[in-house]
Nanobody, 116 residues
Framework: QVQLVESGGGLVQAGGSLRLSCAAS????????MDWYRQAPGKQRELVAT????????????NYADPVKGRFTIFRDNTKNMVYLQMNSLKPEDTAVYYC?????WGQGTQVTVSS
């Protein structure tokens, strides 16, 4: 069965960095676009970043939500069935559960907490 397993969340001070990882199994990873979403307490889940899959890393395209542009970077390693979210210059408003997503599949989420 399809599994998406996130890791890398934690507690960090404002201005710090974290790298989230998502390990995919049960899908032909290289042909699927991958996304990161987040959900803060009392808020709707929102799309953070997307990376396409064109089979050639240099041709993958990425898109970011406005609040994270210039601070977050999504990238993938098709040889390892992994997608990552590098988060720099973190702000308290980035605090949320972060989810890996592809097609109709979701991971269980990883908590990111940014203290001020």
């Amino acid at each position: 069965q399809v599994q998406l397993v996130e890791s890398g969340g934690g507690l960090v001070q404002a201005g710090g960095s974290l790298r989230l990882s998502c390990a995919a199994s049960g899908i032909i990873f290289s042909i699927h676009a991958m996304d990161w979403y987040r959900q803060a307490p009392g808020k709707q889940r929102e799309l953070v970043a997307t990376i396409s899959s064109r089979g050639i890393p240099s041709r993958d395209t990425t898109n970011y939500a406005d609040p994270v542009k210039g601070r977050f970077t999504i990238f993938r390693d098709n040889t390892k069935n992994m997608v990552y979210l590098q988060m720099n210059s973190l702000k308290p408003e980035d605090t949320a559960v972060y989810y890996c997503h592809s097609s109709v599949y979701w991971g269980q989420g990883t908590q990111v907490t940014v203290s001020s």
